[in-house]
């Protein structure tokens, strides 16, 4: 069974920092391909960063230089630092992977819970 568990989400005062953190199990990590996404409220769900297997980094054009997504294949994790946090950023943060399970060869898509971020003084 595939788990995503994120955490470190919470209030945070506008021009702050946050930093996510997503743990993964149950997936072959270092082959999965691992994103962000936030979805604010009565809007649809859009993809924030995305970092691929050997680690490369892709950003929405409009998040580049406050947002920066990284990965620890040790500790099985994917971490989003966001920084000047402003208040359009308040949303819900999920995490997503795109892997195989242990012991099985079919890539499928997974989601975790999400972790609300919200700004705002």
């Known amino acids: 069974q595939v788990q995503l568990v994120e955490s470190g989400g919470g209030l945070v005062q506008p021009g702050g920092s946050s930093r996510l953190s997503c743990v993964a199990s149950?997936?072959?990590?270092?082959?999965?391909?691992m994103a962000w996404y936030r979805q604010a409220p009565g809007k649809q769900r859009e993809l924030v960063a995305g970092?691929?297997?050997?680690?490369?980094?892709s950003y929405v054009e409009s998040l580049k230089g406050r947002f920066a997504i990284s990965r620890d294949y040790y500790k099985r994790t994917v971490y989003l630092q966001m920084n000047n946090l402003e208040p359009d950023d308040t949303a819900v943060y999920f995490c997503?992977?795109?892997?195989?399970?242990?012991?099985?060869?079919?890539?499928?898509?997974?989601w975790g819970q999400g972790t609300q971020v919200t700004v705002s003084s």
């Open positions: 970092i691929t297997p050997d680690g490369t980094p």
């Open positions: 149950g997936i072959i990590f270092r082959s999965a391909d």
């Open positions: 997503y992977a795109k892997g195989a399970q242990y012991g099985r060869s079919n890539i499928r898509s997974y």
